[in-house]
Nanobody
Framework: QVQLQESGPGLVKPSQTLSLTCTVS??????????WSWIRQPPGKGLEWMGV???????YYSPSLKSRTSISRDNPKNTVYLQMNSLKPEDTGVYYC??????????????????WGQGTQVTVSS
């Protein structure tokens, strides 16, 4: 059973950079079977797909976020990272990492993903 655990600062000031961590257990992030996505949900809104990384370090981002977003990973730590710069108040929301079988595109259908983290709240405010 794969488990994902997000962690991050909680509160970030506008214009600053957000760094989130997704620690994976019960499976290796180097497997070609799963891809690892970041998805967020602003308050009162639906899921917004942000980007994905796969076993060969290829990444694919939402066009609307690509200029501000970077996904990377640390194989020995079995961890996936999200970095987003130039934060705005509208970036406030719950941020999730999720694993899916061979999915390497935008998808906001929750059932498509095999595993989800519990999410971490990010508030952008001065």
């Amino acid at each position: 059973q794969v488990q994902l655990q997000e962690s991050g600062p909680g509160l970030v000031k506008p214009s600053q950079t957000l760094s989130l961590t997704c620690t994976v257990s019960g499976g290796s992030i180097t497997t070609s079977y799963y891809t690892w996505s970041w998805i967020r949900q602003p308050p009162g809104k639906g899921l917004e797909w942000m980007g994905v990384i796969r076993y060969d370090d290829s990444t694919y981002y939402s066009p609307s976020l690509k200029s501000r977003t970077s996904i990377s990973r640390d194989n020995p730590k079995n961890t996936v990272y999200l970095q987003m710069n130039s934060l705005k108040p509208e970036d406030t929301g719950v941020y999730y990492c999720a694993a899916s079988h061979n999915l390497f595109k935008r998808c906001v259908i929750a059932l498509t993903y095999d595993y989800w983290g519990q999410g971490t709240q990010v508030t952008v405010s001065s």
